[in-house]
């Protein structure tokens, strides 16, 4: 797949205008996602697939078992979207779009996606792509090996085959290693392919089972032939596997007359995907090293903060409204930028040097939406100590959970997918609770919620495998 996003260039900016009152100059600029192609699967993987899944779809009715019946199909799903996310994720957004379906049957580089456009790709050896590929943005590695970027159901439906524990961290088409994939069939027979998913981050639920709508498949990875964590996102109107769906309605869909979506998005969306502070500029290393964000929340006096835009679709001809925000609510700085290309993915960075002590913001205005992104300067007290950065590992987890929290942890409570109350505990050292055994939990997704000392509460999405 041609998800893997490079970072072949930084530009400049100089050329771009910006008032006079901006902290410092611009830096940052487009990233650019690989413009290599292949198979996300191979022919001889696909047929295995299709056998698989045929194969599980008889047995599952030999026994009384599939959820499908022919004789009571209805209408076809509309979809939710399949990525959001984590809980602990304060960005604005964690997602982007480098391929949809290609409507053109020739190839190669004969490319018509559902819009009329060549947001597409198609393969010398007859491929053309078959799927939606979603991408996390910012920092895909990052985002994977912290479990920030989770695939959920886009439509009810019963769990037909998934395969996990192949290799997720895959930088070229090379591999002949299979993906980590869910799939799912609805009641109308329509059947929905995730793929790429992250080893070991799958539903515990089995063949068989059914899920709901917007219930939790597995993290976003870079298993099989990928060069980059994203999701293939592939539908089939039947077990047949002779006609593919493409979700988006649109004029130079040859597959379907409507869409598939619930709430259909823009073929471009400009967006803010995040506005965030750091000690340092981010550093993209090469796949599949994990990004260095360097992020921070946390400055003392005078430090030099460095704050950064990452927008996805980026508009020719459009503008950010950019303020730091002190903590009495004046602007030490408030400036536009204006933009004038078209960029699939982009970053911005300026610096300043916050002099006062308290809360700040950090707020970026971008096509009529705003992003506010909140850090500390100066000692933070008791008062301000929040549990925003408090994390568990391992995440999935077999037995034991390890708590990482400047804030005290003085009870914990778990829940199941059905809300009921499953473990309880309180902390009685003056460390609070750093470890916690759930050997006796079963395999399965859970919801932690954590308790800080000031009343704070966090709820983090906890995987048993």
Partial sequence: MKAKITLLALILAFKLSYSQNAPSEVFGGEFIKNTDSSLCLTLEQRNA??????????????????????????????????VQKASSVTYSSIWGISNYVDHNPNTPNQLTDYNCGTKTYDTTDGYNHQGIDIFSWPFSWYAMDNDQAEIVAAAAGQIIAKGDGNFDRSCDFSTTTPWNAVYVQHSDGSIAWYGHLKSGSLTSKNVGDMVAEGEF??????????????????????STYTQLVDPYTGTCNTMNVD???????????????????????????ACPTTETPNLSNQFDLNDQVFFTVFLRD??????????IIKPDNTDLFNWNYNLTDYYQLSWWRWNAFPNIEGEWKWEVTY???TTTHTFNVGTLSVEEATLENTSIFPNPFNDVVNINSMVKIEALEIVDVLGKSVFKLKGYTSEGIEQVDLAQLSNGLYFLTLYGEQKEKKIIKLIKK
């Fill in 259 to 285: 869409s598939w979506w619930q709430s259909q998005k823009p073929y471009l969306n400009p967006a803010v995907n995040a506005a965030l502070t750091h000690t340092a500029d981010p550093v993209f290393n």
């Fill in 314 to 323: 980026q508009e020719p001809g459009s503008s950010l409204n950019l303020r």
């Fill in 49 to 82: 697939i299709f056998k698989e899944l045929n194969e599980n779809i008889a047995l599952l009715k030999r026994n009384g078992n599939l959820a499908f019946n022919n004789a009571k199909r209805g209408s076809h799903p509309l979809f939710i979207w399949p």
């Fill in 367 to 369: 096509m009529g939406e």
């Fill in 217 to 238: 498949l597995g993290i976003m990875g870079s298993s099989g032939v990928s060069t980059g964590p994203h999701l293939h996102f592939e539908v089939h109107t039947n």
